[in-house]
């Protein structure tokens, strides 16, 4: 735990909890101002439900076959896409295609505060230490998912728009999605000391 990359880590981790629980929170009501259909809100997010079960299997099968960098780029690319698709849906045909995209997308975001943490914790750091950084991970993340509806919604009330905090919080994704790749190759650079050191 002393070693920099992991605090760097676990602000990442906060900061992805803060956004996709924000982000999630807000999208119904944020697609209803906007002036589509609650019914066609209510299938949207029928469709996110049933996308989360699919994409929680196929992020587990993505981290077996290509490791955790490949499927941790893939769901935060995914989780900037999306965040800055919800920000410009409209009442227009395109913009009900927008939101059809964002529900089933945005499942493949979500594993990033769920199923990612353990394997995330356990790939960083080594089975020794897995317990205590999954407890600190879950811990930080929960905290992340607190205040993250309470500021979009504060934005709202301020702006009467949740658009302008969308983007903000595509921008923090993006900016954790860069910090984080680099907190990867730092970690597994460690590793490859301590494996060295340990075949000496």
């Known amino acids: 735990r002393t070693k920099p990359y992991y605090y760097i880590a676990l602000v990442c981790v906060f ?3 803060m956004t996709l629980q924000g982000i999630t929170g807000c999208a119904a009501a944020h697609m209803k101002d906007v002036g589509i ?3 066609y809100v209510g299938a949207v997010l029928s469709i996110h439900s049933l996308a989360l079960t699919a994409f929680k299997f196929l992020t587990g099968m993505m981290y077996d076959r290509f490791g955790l960098r490949f499927t941790m780029t893939i769901c935060q690319i995914t989780a900037v896409a999306v965040m ?3 920000a410009f849906i409209s009442a227009s045909p395109a913009g009900h295609v927008m939101a059809m995209v964002y529900g089933i997308f945005s499942s493949l975001a979500l594993p990033l505060e769920t199923i990612m943490l353990p394997i995330f914790a ?3 750091f080594g089975d020794r230490s897995f317990n205590k950084i999954l407890g600190i991970f879950v811990s930080v993340n929960t905290a992340g998912y607190a205040v993250g ?3 979009i919604n504060g934005a709202f009330d301020i702006w ?6 969308l983007i903000v919080f595509c921008l923090i994704m993006a900016a954790t999605t860069v910090v984080l790749q680099l907190t990867l190759t730092v970690s597994n650079r460690e590793k490859r000391k301590v494996i060295e050191k340990c075949g000496e």
Not at 160 to 165: E, N, R
Request: charged share 15%.
């Open 84 to 86: 800055l698709l919800l």
């Open 149 to 151: 509806s309470p500021i």
């Open 122 to 124: 356990s790939d960083m």
């Open 15 to 17: 900061f992805t909890g």
């Open 37 to 39: 259909d609650p019914a």
């Open 160 to 165: 009467g728009t949740y658009k302008p905090m």
